[in-house]
């Protein structure tokens, strides 16, 4: 079943039920190596499942859920190898959605749950976006219209002395340090733990992907849009704000009319799915400012971007 949250439309199974774990890394065809995010209801629902829910991970807790934080903590045994990969941590987080809290509520239920889309693909912030990728391979899709947030939910872990973000995201890192300070990114951090090296499988390079080939515009790379340009190809252009030079792309779309990083947030992957089913040649896709959400939205477009 598809649920809504704030962040994109996730595929959900009762992370105690490992057959319909099982059958969501089939729908999405997802590698048994990537774990899965458990969604909760409140936090008082953290100690069933880790081990260790420290006062750091719990002042997060109480700033930011509902929302979207995810925290990666010390799992307890009674979660599934195949939720967490078998990993010794487990991802956590409360979504910010009325339905699905209502749903984890009611049901008592801890739901894991990846973003609803085959995997690498991009991820959906509308029930039709679902419909549309996953349709014919799941019973449910609950409407809950579009994503407000827009942007996956930030990964924060916190096995280490030091926090360590493991995936930008719709809770910026700004506001995450003002509650328990300085966290390491990840390129300054040695990857390790999961297999293959990878501490955040979400860290695969080539994900969020478009099947149109994607460059990201930077001051540097300037010139090779320019370069593409001369080759008269069909390009479309992702613009963080209007205005610009536009008249030589086939397509245009404007992630955010007034300049605002949230805007730019929950317009992203509708505008890039849309340039995507416009027979384009190549995106060109604007670097966004690297701070607040827009760490989020240039780590997306990198990846988009990575063949
Ligand atoms: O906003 C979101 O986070 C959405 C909604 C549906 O909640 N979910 C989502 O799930 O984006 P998914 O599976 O597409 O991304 C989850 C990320 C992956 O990068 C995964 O590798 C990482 O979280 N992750 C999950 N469990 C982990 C763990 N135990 N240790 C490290 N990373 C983990
Ligand atoms: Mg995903």
């Known amino acids: 079943m598809a649920f809504p949250t704030e962040t994109v439309y996730g595929l959900g199974a009762d992370a105690f039920n490992e057959r319909a774990v099982a059958r969501v890394f089939e729908v999405k065809n997802r590698p048994r190596f990537d774990p899965l995010i458990v969604h909760i209801a409140d936090a008082g629902s953290v100690e069933r499942l880790a081990a260790d829910f420290s006062a750091g991970a719990q002042r997060l807790a109480a700033r930011f859920w509902p929302g979207p934080l995810t925290l990666v903590l010390t799992k307890k045994p009674i979660v599934p190898d195949l939720v967490t990969a078998g990993c010794s941590t487990v991802a956590l987080r409360v979504p910010d959605h009325p339905l699905t809290l209502e749903l984890l509520r009611a049901a008592g239920l801890a739901l894991a749950g990846p973003s609803a889309n085959p995997f690498g693909c991009i991820s959906p912030t509308t029930a039709a976006h679902v ?79 478009p099947r149109t080939p994607l460059i990201v515009r930077t001051p540097e790379t300037g010139s090779i849009a320019e370069n593409a340009l001369g080759k008269e190809k069909r390009l479309g252009l992702l613009a963080f704000r209007p205005g610009g030079d536009v008249a030589q792309f086939a397509r245009v779309e404007v992630l955010s009319p007034g300049g605002d990083l949230r805007e730019a947030a929950a317009n992203f992957f509708a505008a890039l799915r849309r340039l995507d089913a416009a027979g384009l040649e190549l995106i060109v896709a604007d670097q966004l400012p690297e701070s607040g959400l827009g760490r989020a939205l240039n780590d997306r477009l990198r990846r988009a971007a990575h063949s």
């Open 131 to 209: 419909r549309e990728q996953l349709g014919d391979r799941i019973d449910m899709v609950l409407d809950g219209g579009p994503c407000r947030v827009g942007v996956e939910s930030t990964v924060l872990q916190l096995t280490d002395e030091r926090p360590i973000l493991l995936r930008p995201g719709g809770t910026t890192l700004e506001e995450i340090e003002q509650v328990i300070g300085s966290v390491s990114l990840p390129t300054t951090t040695a990857v390790r733990e999961a297999p293959g090296g990878m501490a955040s499988p979400g860290m695969l390079s080539r994900h969020y992907a």
